[in-house]
């Protein structure tokens, strides 16, 4: 049985997560193929968006820690280097956009990958760890990056170092996650339905936006300035004006 399910539906790259014994906790395979799914996602023209999820009763408990510690098994350092870094770069670098269904218990790298996602959804039953304090580690993943930008430095470090355990209705009150669902439907649905606008004008402001972690106020103008003309190029802009005027649906090519 293979670490990662994925299959494209309406243009929707579906993956699962697939070590449901284990709570989809990863090994150096099973991170290897979610970067090898996140390329086909970049690069075929059919997928348009791209949908994360977990199979059984877990999201995703981060790095096994059987693997982590096994003399077989990789180096710590390179655990980080070849496994989390590149997941989180090609999240945040992906032309389409991603978005999370965390069925489940999300821990460690398992709760900042999908954090690391465009849209993230919950199940209300859920639950977002930062689960790293208690073996002795640091937060990874970007973690350190994206929750204080999330919810803020105090709340993230005091998430950080106690590695309380949050529920997705608190997750999504302190604007942790987009929202706690009673199903997960509807996030699927909504990567469907991202999946039929315009791709390129989302990956522009997917950009920009991972720009502004950074940016000064200025920068992120000018940024802006250049992103919106090359927008404003596209098929989609066209057509959405088009159709607008015309009083009927577009049509989005995602060109
Ligand atoms: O070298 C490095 O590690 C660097 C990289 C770091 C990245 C990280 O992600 S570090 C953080 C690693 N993750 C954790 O510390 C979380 C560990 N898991 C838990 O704390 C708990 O399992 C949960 C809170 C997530 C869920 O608890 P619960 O009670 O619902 O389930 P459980 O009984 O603990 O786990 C069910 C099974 O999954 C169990 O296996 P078994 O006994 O039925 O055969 C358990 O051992 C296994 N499991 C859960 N998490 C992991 C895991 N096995 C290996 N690694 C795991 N992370």
Redesign the pocket.
Known sequence: MSDILSRIEDNVLIITLNRA???N?FVRPMAFALQEALDEANYNPEIRAVYLTGEGR?FC??????E?ISKEGPE?EN??KEH?NPIIEKLRNLKKPVVCGVNG?A????ANIALACDVVFALNKASF?Q??S??G?IP??GGTFTLPRLIGFQRASALMMLGD?ISADEAQQMGMIYKSVEDLDEALNTAKKLAKMPTKGLWLTKKALNESMTNTLTDQLNLEEKLQTEAGKSFDYNEGVNAFLDKRKPIFKGE
């Open positions: 014994d284990k709570l906790s877990a408990a981060g790095q096994d820690l059987a982590a710590l655990i980080v989390y218990v821990a460690g790298a398992g760890i689960a790293f208690k073996i580690l990874d993943s355990k």
